[in-house]
């Protein structure tokens, strides 16, 4: 069974204006005579996977069984023309559109008036089975209105995923994981994955944040790309023997960040990046250790369905 606890699908206007102005001054200054204007109108439709079709296309290639449905809200600083609430009942409709397949969360920014109550109305009511929070966007994650949001995640025992690490580009906050300790040490029932636990640079900061919660999980995202390198398999088997050893395994979460717009990351990437995680065991053998094949089958879904409250169908397409 595997479970990909990252994943992005994305419909018209989701994203805000500024990131495609962003991209298309980009595109424009790798070509002389280009001009923003000239291409921004090509950049959204790249990004676009309106009913999930492609995301579960890509999911029957490489073998996942359900994939955790992230929407993001970017919040008051940026404009987008979707309002929040189309964006996270976009999620739910993918899920129903596929089920058993699709884990949808909501995603909302706790400064937008009345977070708290509308993020109550997509667990209670989609239902969503968690939250994703991005405080890269502008806010304090240890600030009143962000706790207004963990207490309704712990009345109903949803984990909230916090990305960490490097943020996107626009977003001038490196998402330092020491910053949810005082979270965690607040609110102990809460349980939270560090989304991307902390990549490039923050596995260790990540494992202080686990070490002061056992509610507290790491997924492990962008450690692999589709371009990653035997070397690179081989750091991140050494971070999850570290992990292992300190938190346990069954706190640690596979996931891709898949995007599944036409123009993203590309029909290859997410069957490469599984495959790239599978042979982590060989080579933690290159390096000295052992990651054992049950460890490997928490890791891939085992500890996300648990921490879900999720059962696969017996009817999925992947690798029971």
Same mark, same amino acid.
């Given at each position: ?11 018209? !206007? ?42 579960? $296309? ?5 073998? %996942?069984?359900? $994939? ?13 023309r979707a309002s929040v609430e189309r964006v996270n009942e976009h999620a739910l409709a993918v899920a129903a559109r ?8 909501? !995603? ?31 806010w304090d994650p240890a600030g009143p209105a962000a706790q207004a949001v963990y207490d309704v995640c712990q009345s109903?025992?949803?984990?909230? @995923? ?31 994955? @560090? ?26 995202? %962008? ?12 750091? @991140? ?17 596979? !996931? ?16 490469? %990046? ?8 060989? $080579? ?10 049950d460890e490997m089958n928490a890791m891939l879904g085992r500890n996300a369905a648990r921490q879900l409250h999720w ?10």
């Amino acid at each position: 069974m595997i479970i990909d606890c990252h994943t992005h699908v994305l419909d018209a !206007g989701f994203w805000p204006r500024e990131w495609f102005d962003h991209v298309a001054a980009d595109w424009a200054g790798r070509a002389p005579g280009r001009r923003p204007e000239m291409v921004r109108h090509r950049v959204e439709p790249g990004l676009l996977d309106p009913d999930g079709d492609r995301m579960v $296309a890509a999911m029957d290639r490489a073998g %996942v069984d359900a $994939a955790v449905l992230l929407p993001w809200d970017w919040g008051p600083d940026f404009h987008a023309r979707a309002s929040v609430e189309r964006v996270n009942e976009h999620a739910l409709a993918v899920a129903a559109r596929h089920p058993g397949r699709i884990i949808p969360f909501a !995603g909302v920014d706790p400064r937008r008036p009345g977070a708290a109550e509308l993020v109550e109305r997509f667990l209670r009511d989609g239902p969503a089975y968690g939250v994703k929070l991005y405080p890269a966007c502008g806010w304090d994650p240890a600030g009143p209105a962000a706790q207004a949001v963990y207490d309704v995640c712990q009345s109903f025992d949803v984990p909230v @995923l916090f990305h960490t690490g490097h943020p996107l580009p626009l977003l001038d906050d490196p998402g330092d994981p020491l910053q949810l300790l005082p979270v965690v040490r607040r609110n102990p029932a809460l349980r939270v994955w @560090l989304g991307h636990a902390g990549a490039p640079d923050g596995f260790d900061a990540c494992l202080a944040v686990a070490a002061a919660s056992e509610r507290v999980s790491l997924e492990l995202s %962008v450690w692999l790309w589709s371009d990653s390198t035997a070397a690179d398999v081989e750091r @991140l088997a050494s971070r999850v023997v570290a992990a292992r050893d300190s938190v346990g395994i069954g706190r640690l979460l596979f !996931g891709s960040d898949h995007v599944s717009g036409p123009r993203t990351r590309g029909e290859s990437f997410l069957p490469t %990046v599984v495959d790239l995680f599978t042979s982590l065991p060989d $080579a933690a053998r290159r390096i000295g250790h052992r990651i054992t094949g049950d460890e490997m089958n928490a890791m891939l879904g085992r500890n996300a369905a648990r921490q879900l409250h999720w059962t696969v169908p017996t009817s999925s397409v992947g690798r029971q």
